[in-house]
């Protein structure tokens, strides 16, 4: 099974994003991740449309867009406009989650399903089949740099057994405080896509680290 390591643009110098886009695209990174955040569904707002317009404009791999924000059946078709190849939403921000899976998958992008720290994997049962990644949240969504929650190994385990149970095709994407302490022991629990940001853009060699990373998850 593939690993995938996703830098995090929130982290990035937005003084400089052209630089930082330049610097994932000729690193060992597999994918741009790109936080959407409304103040409403979370305490922050992040950055919207014009700027994913202009990380696509230059970026090279899989842009992996991550929407922290409450209705996002309102944009979908926008975020594919813009350039998402994968689109996540939050299970907890979805009245009629089946609907914006298929709605994101009619407009040629993979799915994704996130989950809050607080939500259990069980509320996936019925909708595993149809999803193409789940993003399990191991720190509060909202902010960068917060500290990784140790419950999120147990979750992860859980969703890989759920996943095999289901015959889906799912992958599994941890988001929140991931880092080399444990980066492997994540991957081993089975997690495919791992998203870091700041301990790749606080770092004084960022494409080192990126090289660190997916070294230690490639047998
Ligand atoms: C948090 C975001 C994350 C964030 C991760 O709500 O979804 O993608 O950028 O940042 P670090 O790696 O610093 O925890
Ligand atoms: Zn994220």
């Not at 992008?109 to 993003?135: Q, R």
Request: aromatic share 6%; with cysteine.
């Amino acid at each position: 099974m593939n690993k995938f390591i996703a830098p995090s643009i929130l982290a990035a110098d937005f003084g400089n994003l052209q630089r930082d886009v330049t610097m994932i695209n000729n690193s060992d990174a597999d994918w741009f991740h790109i936080d959407v955040m409304d103040g409403v569904f979370v305490p922050n707002i992040s950055f919207g449309m014009p700027v994913i317009r202009a990380i696509k404009k230059h970026a090279k791999k899989t842009m992996d867009v991550h929407l922290m924000i409450v209705n996002p059946d309102r944009y979908i078709e926008d975020f594919k406009k813009v350039g998402a190849d994968i689109l996540t939403v939050h299970y907890e921000a979805c009245d009629h989650l089946h609907r914006t899976v298929q709605a994101i998958k009619t407009q040629g992008m993979k799915a994704g399903v996130s989950l809050n720290p607080h939500t259990p994997v069980s509320v996936l049962e019925d909708i595993i089949k149809d999803v193409d990644l789940v993003l399990i949240m191991s720190v509060n969504p909202g902010f960068g740099g917060q500290s990784f929650i140790e419950n999120t190994y147990k979750k992860v385990a859980q969703l890989k057994s759920l996943i095999e149970q289901s015959n889906s095709n799912a992958i599994i994407e941890v988001d929140g405080g991931v880092t080399d302490k444990n980066i492997e022991k994540l991957s081993n629990a089975g997690v495919n896509a791992f998203v870091a940001g700041s301990f790749v853009f606080k770092s004084d060699n960022p494409s080192e680290i990126i090289r660190n990373l997916k070294n230690s998850v490639s047998n």
